[in-house]
Protein backbone atom coordinates (compact mmCIF):
# COMPACT_ATOMS: atom_id res chain seq x y z
CA UNK A 1 0.00 0.00 0.00
CA UNK A 2 2.89 2.32 0.71
CA UNK A 3 4.50 1.93 -2.54
CA UNK A 4 0.89 2.92 -4.39
CA UNK A 5 0.62 5.86 -2.31
CA UNK A 6 3.92 6.64 -3.04
CA UNK A 7 3.67 6.40 -6.78
CA UNK A 8 0.05 8.82 -6.81
CA UNK A 9 1.36 10.62 -4.47
CA UNK A 10 4.17 11.92 -6.47
CA UNK A 11 2.41 11.68 -9.74
CA UNK A 12 -0.13 14.01 -8.42
CA UNK A 13 2.59 16.35 -7.05
CA UNK A 14 4.89 15.88 -10.47
CA UNK A 15 1.37 17.31 -12.59
CA UNK A 16 1.03 19.95 -9.61
CA UNK A 17 4.31 21.40 -9.40
CA UNK A 18 6.11 20.78 -12.60
CA UNK A 19 6.07 24.20 -13.83
CA UNK A 20 7.50 24.76 -10.84
CA UNK A 21 10.75 22.59 -10.87
CA UNK A 22 11.00 23.63 -14.84
CA UNK A 23 11.48 27.02 -13.71
CA UNK A 24 13.63 26.70 -10.63
CA UNK A 25 16.12 24.51 -13.35
CA UNK A 26 15.91 27.46 -15.66
CA UNK A 27 17.07 29.81 -12.69
CA UNK A 28 19.63 27.53 -11.16
CA UNK A 29 20.74 26.78 -15.32
CA UNK A 30 21.08 30.51 -15.77
CA UNK A 31 22.47 31.44 -11.94
CA UNK A 32 24.94 28.66 -11.44
CA UNK A 33 25.92 28.96 -15.64
CA UNK A 34 25.58 24.81 -15.20
CA UNK A 35 23.33 22.04 -15.54
CA UNK A 36 20.48 22.84 -12.93
CA UNK A 37 19.95 19.76 -11.69
CA UNK A 38 22.28 18.50 -8.99
CA UNK A 39 22.77 14.87 -8.85
CA UNK A 40 24.80 13.31 -5.88
CA UNK A 41 25.38 9.78 -4.49
CA UNK A 42 22.79 8.56 -1.58
CA UNK A 43 23.02 5.44 0.93
CA UNK A 44 19.52 4.28 -0.17
CA UNK A 45 17.69 1.10 1.01
CA UNK A 46 19.66 -1.82 2.72
CA UNK A 47 23.04 0.25 1.77
CA UNK A 48 22.23 0.18 -1.61
CA UNK A 49 24.00 3.76 -3.57
CA UNK A 50 21.45 5.74 -5.90
CA UNK A 51 21.53 9.18 -7.38
CA UNK A 52 19.51 11.66 -5.75
CA UNK A 53 17.88 14.64 -7.92
CA UNK A 54 17.73 18.38 -6.52
CA UNK A 55 17.73 21.54 -7.93
CA UNK A 56 21.54 22.77 -8.23
CA UNK A 57 21.76 25.80 -5.36
CA UNK A 58 25.70 26.25 -5.19
CA UNK A 59 28.01 27.97 -7.92
CA UNK A 60 30.09 24.62 -9.11
CA UNK A 61 33.24 27.50 -9.06
CA UNK A 62 32.77 29.47 -6.54
CA UNK A 63 31.07 26.89 -4.48
CA UNK A 64 28.61 29.73 -2.73
CA UNK A 65 25.43 29.46 -2.87
CA UNK A 66 23.52 31.16 -5.14
CA UNK A 67 21.08 33.90 -4.58
CA UNK A 68 17.92 32.16 -5.58
CA UNK A 69 19.60 28.91 -4.08
CA UNK A 70 19.01 30.40 -0.65
CA UNK A 71 14.95 30.83 -1.85
CA UNK A 72 15.62 27.44 -2.92
CA UNK A 73 16.49 25.86 0.13
CA UNK A 74 14.59 27.86 2.46
CA UNK A 75 11.49 27.18 0.96
CA UNK A 76 12.56 23.58 0.16
CA UNK A 77 12.09 24.21 -3.79
CA UNK A 78 15.33 22.39 -4.11
CA UNK A 79 13.97 18.92 -3.07
CA UNK A 80 11.01 19.22 -5.31
CA UNK A 81 12.66 17.13 -8.14
CA UNK A 82 12.90 14.01 -5.84
CA UNK A 83 9.54 12.89 -6.46
CA UNK A 84 11.35 11.71 -9.54
CA UNK A 85 13.42 9.47 -7.50
CA UNK A 86 9.98 8.17 -5.29
CA UNK A 87 8.55 7.75 -8.80
CA UNK A 88 11.90 5.53 -9.61
CA UNK A 89 11.09 3.35 -6.65
CA UNK A 90 14.63 4.56 -4.99
CA UNK A 91 13.05 7.03 -2.52
CA UNK A 92 9.74 6.89 -0.44
CA UNK A 93 7.30 9.49 0.62
CA UNK A 94 7.93 9.10 4.33
CA UNK A 95 11.10 7.63 5.62
CA UNK A 96 14.21 8.36 6.87
CA UNK A 97 16.34 11.32 4.76
CA UNK A 98 18.82 9.70 2.61
CA UNK A 99 22.68 10.70 3.55
CA UNK A 100 25.89 11.19 2.20
CA UNK A 101 28.25 7.93 2.51
CA UNK A 102 29.79 7.56 5.65
CA UNK A 103 26.78 7.70 7.89
CA UNK A 104 23.83 5.86 7.29
CA UNK A 105 25.87 2.33 5.41
CA UNK A 106 28.44 3.01 8.89
CA UNK A 107 25.70 2.16 11.34
CA UNK A 108 25.76 -0.60 13.84
CA UNK A 109 23.95 -3.23 15.59
CA UNK A 110 20.49 -2.30 16.38
CA UNK A 111 20.66 0.87 14.49
CA UNK A 112 21.57 -0.55 11.02
CA UNK A 113 17.77 -1.53 10.82
CA UNK A 114 17.33 2.39 9.50
CA UNK A 115 18.66 0.41 6.53
CA UNK A 116 15.50 -1.63 5.91
CA UNK A 117 13.97 1.56 5.31
CA UNK A 118 13.62 3.44 1.80
CA UNK A 119 14.67 6.72 2.62
CA UNK A 120 12.25 9.56 2.35
CA UNK A 121 11.15 13.16 1.65
CA UNK A 122 10.54 13.73 4.59
CA UNK A 123 10.20 12.29 7.99
CA UNK A 124 10.20 13.14 11.92
CA UNK A 125 13.68 14.15 12.14
CA UNK A 126 13.69 16.01 8.65
CA UNK A 127 10.80 18.05 10.39
CA UNK A 128 12.80 18.91 13.61
CA UNK A 129 15.90 19.55 11.82
CA UNK A 130 14.64 21.42 8.74
CA UNK A 131 16.40 24.52 9.74
CA UNK A 132 19.67 21.88 9.73
CA UNK A 133 22.02 24.40 7.75
CA UNK A 134 21.13 27.82 10.13
CA UNK A 135 21.70 25.41 12.91
CA UNK A 136 25.34 24.55 12.25
CA UNK A 137 25.81 27.70 11.06
CA UNK A 138 26.12 29.01 14.43
CA UNK A 139 28.11 25.98 16.18
CA UNK A 140 31.97 26.46 16.71
CA UNK A 141 32.48 22.95 15.15
CA UNK A 142 29.62 22.58 12.79
CA UNK A 143 31.20 19.00 11.01
CA UNK A 144 31.31 17.66 15.06
CA UNK A 145 28.26 19.11 16.27
CA UNK A 146 26.34 17.11 13.70
CA UNK A 147 28.16 14.06 14.22
CA UNK A 148 28.01 13.95 17.78
CA UNK A 149 24.58 15.47 17.97
CA UNK A 150 22.52 15.69 15.51
CA UNK A 151 22.99 12.73 13.36
CA UNK A 152 23.03 10.40 16.54
CA UNK A 153 19.24 12.36 17.28
CA UNK A 154 18.18 11.68 13.51
CA UNK A 155 18.96 8.04 14.13
CA UNK A 156 17.25 7.69 17.07
CA UNK A 157 14.63 9.54 15.88
CA UNK A 158 14.59 7.41 12.26
CA UNK A 159 15.06 3.60 14.82
CA UNK A 160 11.72 5.02 16.43
CA UNK A 161 10.10 5.33 12.74
CA UNK A 162 11.39 1.75 11.74
CA UNK A 163 9.61 0.21 15.22
CA UNK A 164 6.29 2.64 14.59
CA UNK A 165 5.35 3.66 11.48
CA UNK A 166 2.15 3.21 10.03
CA UNK A 167 0.18 4.54 7.00
CA UNK A 168 -1.72 7.10 9.43
CA UNK A 169 1.42 8.17 11.19
CA UNK A 170 2.96 8.69 7.66
CA UNK A 171 0.03 11.00 6.71
CA UNK A 172 0.41 12.87 9.91
CA UNK A 173 4.32 13.39 9.40
CA UNK A 174 3.33 14.23 5.77
CA UNK A 175 0.81 17.11 6.99
CA UNK A 176 3.75 18.60 9.53
CA UNK A 177 5.47 18.90 6.25
CA UNK A 178 3.17 20.69 4.47
CA UNK A 179 2.04 23.34 7.40
CA UNK A 180 5.90 23.58 8.46
CA UNK A 181 4.37 21.68 12.34
CA UNK A 182 7.39 20.69 14.70
CA UNK A 183 6.87 19.30 17.55
CA UNK A 184 10.29 20.98 18.52
CA UNK A 185 10.88 24.59 17.02
CA UNK A 186 14.10 25.17 19.61
CA UNK A 187 16.55 23.11 18.32
CA UNK A 188 20.17 24.68 18.29
Known amino acids: ???????????????LFGWLILLCFIIATIETQSNGLFIQKRVGQW??????????????????ITYFGHYFRLYKLDELPQFLNV???????????????GYYDLLEGEDRKILALKPGITSEASIKYRNEDAILSRQKNPLE???????????????????????LGDLKIIYKTIFGISENNSVG
Open 145 to 167: YNDKIIFPDKVKMNLAYFHQHTF
Open 47 to 64: GKIFMIFKIRTIHPRTQK
Open 87 to 101: LIGDMSIVGPRPDIE
Open 1 to 15: MKRIFDILFSVVSLL
